[in-house]
């Protein structure tokens, strides 16, 4: 039943009740409408209440379903080719490409090795997901002598989905990486390094004056042999000489005559 149907059983309650003198008939027809009308109520009550709630359910799920579409840009400190080495990153986590991403940080980032601004770009047009951008920041070593600021601030402002504009907070903290320690672990990039290095070493193998590999060889029978033939020899002289010595005692009586 609808609303009308609702109107109509009441209107002909009214009817029942405002004829002069209804008869036993009418009086339950009324009394039944009236039950009628009241459980409709309440049924209607709860019907609706029941509509209304998976009405908000839905736009929740939509909802929550949209936020976890959208694009989720971040920048952050990372570790590059070694703990002492920062980059500056920005990277999309998102489902969704964010549009026009544009980085605002107080104060300005600067490095102490090299010298200098550290230089992002004005504007990204697009971001894919899992996409990022990033540049070499700073030494943590050189950047501690260099008494630079410790602390940025800023956001990260791009557009998401239906180019709904979306903010992301930006807290960049060096006091983090000058209190923290580390152990130093041989990767590939020292792999590369270590091959590079050798390349380099037998590169400078020529036959010119300044350079060449200087070889050197060693007999080691025939130089042993000799070594133990030179032994013998100053044995066998040590020997004949300790023979023409006299006795000890016959040295101590030519002393005493």
Known sequence: MNENDWADLARELIRAVNDNGPNAAEIWSAIGTWITLIVGGVALFFAKGQLDEASRARTQTKELELEKSQPYVVLAMEESTGPDYIDLVLRNYGQTAAHNVRVTLDPRPKRAYPAGDVKFPEIIPLLAPGQEWRTHWDMGSKRAAAKLPQKHKGTVTYLGIKKAPQTTEVILDWSVYNSHTWTVKRGLHDLAKAVMDIRD??????????????????????????????????????????ALRPPASKRVRNRNP
């Open 201 to 242: 070493t037998h590169e400078g193998w020529n036959e010119e004056r300044s350079g060449g590999l200087a070889v050197h060889t060693r007999d080691g029978d025939a130089k042993d042999a000799a070594a133990a033939r030179e032994k013998k020899e100053i044995e066998r002289e040590l020997e004949a000489e300790r």
